[in-house]
């Protein structure tokens, strides 16, 4: 049987825990108020461009074009930018079907929310992580690498991206967070498998 320090150290816990989720739904949804306004909705187009089939879209255009016009830079740089993003892009699919927790907008338009492991794989379930934010962050790290002198209007880019995902109701901050964690640990992942020396 636990002892009353362990029970009383897994209720801290369960508190803090709570209240952090509390704080973050509640953050989401205020963020998200103006998602229906015609500027927010233009900026959600606009944040498509972070999705994956633009991203990947991008970065294998940039690897053909690369190696068509025989500009070594700008094929390592697609090539380190579909690395980060296709990596990126399967953790977050793998996250995505561990866990399920329903999106902000869900939860201001059809007054619920839920959380768990597993569960239904379908976009309104599919909140945590961002995605967007993860593909952003690991393509903009991966240019960023690449082009030194453009990394922060590519970081800046990437962070707009994530920011218009809270704003339209598509992700809570933490999803957005841990999104962009990903894409930052994916890039790192990508860089390093490339530069290991094979066998």
Request: glycine share 12%; aromatic share 6%.
């Amino acid at each position: 049987m636990p002892s009353d320090a362990t029970i009383r150290n897994a209720v801290l816990k369960a508190g803090w825990a709570a209240r952090c989720e509390a704080a973050d739904i509640a953050l989401g949804l205020t963020l998200a108020r103006a998602k229906d306004r015609p500027g927010v909705r233009a900026l959600g187009t606009l944040g498509e461009v972070g999705g994956w089939r633009a991203l990947l879209a991008l970065s294998a255009g940039t690897l053909v074009w690369g190696l068509a016009a025989r500009d070594r830079r700008l094929a390592d740089a697609g090539r380190r930018m579909l690395g980060a993003g296709v990596l990126a892009s399967l953790t977050k699919m793998t996250a995505k079907r561990l866990v399920h927790r329903t999106r902000p907008n869900v939860l201001m338009d059809e007054g619920f929310y839920v959380k768990g492991w597993l569960g239904p794989n379908a976009g309104p379930w599919q909140s945590f992580p961002s995605g967007h934010s993860a593909l952003s962050v690991a393509v903009a790290r991966a240019v960023g690498r690449a082009y030194p002198e453009v990394r922060f209007p590519a970081y800046g880019g990437a962070a707009a991206v994530a920011f218009i995902q809270v704003l339209r109701g598509a992700h809570f901050p933490s999803d957005v967070i841990v999104g962009a964690a990903i894409g930052i640990a994916a890039e790192a992942a990508a860089e390093a498998l490339a530069a290991a020396p094979t066998p």
